[in-house]
């Protein structure tokens, strides 16, 4: 190799390096604009029953206000937190874990487990249509990322080496879950 070559294959690695960390935020940005107004059926764990409410859209201008930049960062640009970092990794209280974006009730500590992965992980989510998955072929794979049904938020990726019943693994961010502590 030359030292052309050589300096090529470097911009190239750094290149790919840089995205790699940024999550290809810039050929990652979904067009959230597309999510159409309305009314959502989600399941309450608080209230133990399936309730009507609104999908919540904004703005990224009106995110970006709203969130700090690190759960913008997951959120909205679908980044991922470093493992072994997050909040809520080690959280063995009661509860219900929601949407850092919007509230909706997304798992419950029941269905938690320790994957070892450095993600707070879970068999399932409270409902099914409480979390919604996508295609998402960043890093040069195919993968089921994890959406908020209520406000398209990035929550993680779906896996199918989880334990039973379901044998899936989801695998979330704890920075786009607030916990919610139930009495029941």
Same mark, same amino acid.
């Given at each position: 190799?030359?030292?052309?070559?050589?300096?090529?294959?470097?911009?190239?690695? *750094?290149?790919?390096?840089?995205? *790699?960390?940024?999550?290809?935020?810039?050929?990652?940005?979904?067009?959230?604009?597309?999510?159409? $107004?309305? @009314? #959502?059926?989600?399941?309450?764990?608080?209230?133990?029953?399936?309730?009507?409410?609104?999908?919540?859209?904004? %703005?990224?201008?009106?995110?970006? @206000?709203?969130?700090? %930049?690190?759960?913008?960062?997951?959120?909205?640009?679908?980044?991922?937190?470093? *493992?072994?970092?997050? &909040?809520?990794? @080690?959280?063995?209280? =009661?509860?219900?874990?929601?949407?850092?974006?919007?509230?909706? &009730?997304?798992? !419950? %500590? @029941? !269905?938690?487990?320790?994957?070892?992965?450095?993600? $707070?992980?879970?068999?399932? $989510?409270?409902?099914?249509?409480?979390? %919604?998955?996508?295609? &998402?072929?960043?890093?040069?794979? #195919?993968?089921?990322?994890?959406?908020?049904?209520?406000?398209?938020?990035?929550?993680?990726?779906?896996?199918?080496?989880?334990? $039973?019943?379901?044998?899936?693994?989801?695998? #979330?961010?704890?920075?786009?879950? &607030?916990? =919610?502590?139930?009495?029941?």
């Amino acid at each position: 190799m030359n030292r052309r070559q050589v300096l090529q294959l470097m911009f190239a690695q *750094a290149g790919f390096l840089w995205m *790699a960390s940024n999550g290809f935020a810039a050929n990652k940005q979904k067009d959230h604009a597309m999510m159409t $107004p309305g @009314k #959502i059926r989600v399941y309450s764990a608080e209230q133990g029953d399936y309730i009507l409410t609104d999908k919540v859209m904004r %703005s990224e201008a009106e995110w970006q @206000k709203l969130l700090t %930049s690190e759960q913008y960062h997951v959120l909205r640009e679908e980044g991922t937190e470093r *493992a072994f970092t997050g &909040d809520l990794l @080690k959280n063995k209280e =009661h509860g219900v874990y929601r949407c850092a974006a919007c509230g909706n &009730d997304l798992y !419950h %500590s @029941k !269905h938690k487990f320790d994957s070892g992965t450095g993600w $707070p992980s879970y068999y399932q $989510p409270v409902a099914e249509e409480n979390v %919604s998955t996508r295609e &998402d072929r960043s890093f040069f794979t #195919i993968r089921n990322e994890l959406i908020c049904s209520r406000c398209e938020s990035h929550l993680g990726h779906v896996f199918d080496d989880g334990p $039973p019943p379901t044998g899936k693994r989801h695998c #979330i961010n704890s920075i786009s879950l &607030d916990f =919610h502590k139930l009495d029941k």
